[in-house]
């Protein structure tokens, strides 16, 4: 089966994410406040309300605030109701990020890896440690701590015996460099925090990433794959492997 355009739109619509350790509700649009080990603050995402953009949003920075919270982040897509873009940036936002969603057929996939990358399924307590020291510099978040590494790898099996996610490691000439996630959901595959170290961009460790992601996850029923990709990063390498453009997410900050 072939997910059509508005399948694809409605799946990435629905994606979001709740760490662990996180708070989340769901009114006007998707809330989720961040654990404090992601910086803290609270997503916005998901509009679909009767209620005008200003009402919506008035909400949204009221919740915030009863959590304790100073820092709104609101995604938003061609899929909102009410649109809230022109409401926050009268309002003083800042445009502070943008995603690409691409979408493709698993089965019309052809990746290329050098000698050299190597890519694995991560099932070690080792391995969660590894992911772990590639995403602290990536994504500037704290290490996690003897107990959350444990945690975390209870999570990886949990999802590989379920068939549901998994995440994967890749290696340049032995050293981890990179990794990536997915989730299984209505025959889509989520690839989900793509991290590479810097001094290990552009060798090939995120296509390995990629490939083994896409094949792991057709092994466990996904026909498309679907993922969000920054234009300055993976973007540029998800269009060259084949995969189409399905229009972009913008991320708006409030300080509340």
Same mark, same amino acid.
């Not at 309002?91 to 979408?103: I, K, N």
């Not at 994504?139 to 994967?168: F, M, N, T, Y």
């Given at each position: ?91 003083? $936002?800042?445009?502070?990020?943008? @995603? ?37 510099? @990536? ?16 999570? @990886?099996?949990?999802?590989?015996? $379920? ?13 981890? @460099? ?27 460790? +995120? ?10 996850? $057709? ?5 498309? $794959? ?19 453009? +399905?229009?972009?997410?913008?991320? +708006?900050?409030?300080?509340?």
């Amino acid at each position: 089966m072939t997910h059509s355009t508005a399948e694809i739109l409605r799946a990435s619509a629905s994606w979001v994410w709740f760490p662990r350790d996180s708070e989340h509700e769901k009114g006007d649009l998707q809330l989720v406040r961040d654990p404090h080990r992601f910086g803290g603050g609270v997503r916005a995402s998901q509009v679909e309300s009767g209620a005008d953009a200003g009402t919506v949003l008035d909400r949204a920075i009221e919740r915030t605030r009863r959590w304790g919270e100073s820092v709104l982040t609101v995604w938003t897509s061609a899929s909102d109701v009410p649109d809230l873009e022109d409401k926050l940036r009268r309002r003083g $936002a800042e445009h502070v990020d943008t @995603v690409a969603v691409f979408a493709l057929a698993i089965e019309d996939l052809r990746i290329e890896v050098p000698e050299g990358v190597t890519a694995e399924i991560v099932r070690t307590l080792d391995q969660v440690r590894e992911v772990d020291r590639i995403n602290v510099p @990536v994504w500037k978040q704290q290490p996690l701590d003897d107990d959350g590494l444990r945690v975390e790898h209870d999570e @990886v099996i949990r999802g590989l015996d $379920a068939g549901s996610g998994l995440q994967v490691l890749s290696r340049i000439d032995g050293i981890a @460099v990179s990794t990536g996630g997915c989730t299984i959901v209505d025959g889509f595959t989520r690839l989900w925090g793509a991290a590479t170290l810097e001094w290990a961009r552009g060798r090939g460790a +995120y296509r390995a990433v990629l490939a083994e992601r896409l094949r792991a996850s $057709a092994e466990r029923g996904a026909e498309t $794959a679907l993922v969000k990709g920054r234009h300055s990063t993976s973007a540029p390498i998800l269009a060259r492997a084949g995969f189409t453009h +399905y229009g972009d997410e913008r991320a +708006y900050r409030l300080h509340v």
